[in-house]
Antibody, heavy 120, light 110 residues
Framework: QLQLQESHPGLVKPSETLSLTCTVS??????????WGWIRQPPGKGLEWIGS???????YNNPSLKSRGTISGDTSKNQFSLKLTSVTPADTAVYYC????????????WGQGTLVTVSS | QSALTQPASVSGSPGQSITISCTGT?????????VSWYQQHPGKAPKLLIY???NRPSGVSNRFSGSKSGKTASLTISGLQAEDEADYYC??????????FGGGTKVTVL
């Protein structure tokens, strides 16, 4: 059964860089059929797509993050990652990684999510 | 990037049917048949209910159904049950390889 597992950075200080990794089991991030994405959810609020990685190295980002987010993949480890720079308390959220097929675009498998708190 | 518009809350009695709307633009909902719906219980990850506007993944109850007309997609829950009390989110593919979610709808079973 496909599983996605986010890393747990926990607490990040304002102005620093938030780094997250998603480890994928029972599927390959090198598959031509899938994107691998990051979604976040601030406490008590809705879901926001952050960005996605494709096996070719192409990445897609939410314009609202103003280029603060960088997504990359490591096919040798079957992992993909998110780096979010210059964080503020507004970046406090549960961060999810998820898979979405290129041919149908839904987010079909999700990680359990990890809470990242931005605070000094 | 603007979120899709959903009502903040919808309620119904057990056994009733309710419908949640999701309004977008020509760049997302009306431009593509890539609308999906998710159910989220407190403290849990979202669960896929509907994809490509009307399709249900294996294992999802046929009490959940999706549709679309113009810039508005809808999720209908028939035979409402206590376990359906949760938050529901729509999502759509958007022009230029981006994706957008709705603001979420809290469903209350009275």
């Amino acid at each position: 059964q496909l599983q996605l597992q986010e890393s747990h950075p926990g607490l990040v200080k304002p102005s620093e860089t938030l780094s997250l990794t998603c480890t994928v089991s029972s599927a390959s991030i090198s598959s031509v059929d899938y994107y691998w994405g990051w979604i976040r959810q601030p406490p008590g609020k809705g879901l926001e797509w952050i960005g996605s990685f494709y096996y070719s190295g192409k990445t897609y980002n939410n314009p609202s993050l103003k280029s603060r987010g960088t997504i990359s993949g490591d096919t040798s480890k079957n992992q993909f990652s998110l780096k979010l720079t210059s964080v503020t308390p507004a970046d406090t959220a549960v961060y999810y990684c998820a898979r979405h097929p290129t041919y149908s675009n839904e987010f079909d498998y999700w990680g359990q999510g990890t809470l990242v708190t931005v605070s000094s | 990037q603007s979120a899709l518009t959903q009502p903040a809350s919808v309620s119904g009695s057990p056994g009733q049917s309710i419908t949640i709307s999701c309004t977008g633009t020509s760049s997302d909902i009306s431009g593509y048949n890539y609308v999906s719906w998710y159910q989220q219980h407190p403290g849990k990850a979202p669960k896929l209910l509907i994809y490509e506007v009307t399709n249900r993944p294996s294992g999802v109850s046929n009490r959940f159904s999706g549709s679309k007309s113009g810039k508005t997609a809808s999720l209908t829950i028939s035979g409402l049950q206590a376990e359906d009390e949760a938050d529901y989110y729509c999502s759509s593919y958007k022009t230029s390889n981006t994706w957008v979610f709705g603001g979420g709808t809290k469903v209350t079973v009275l």
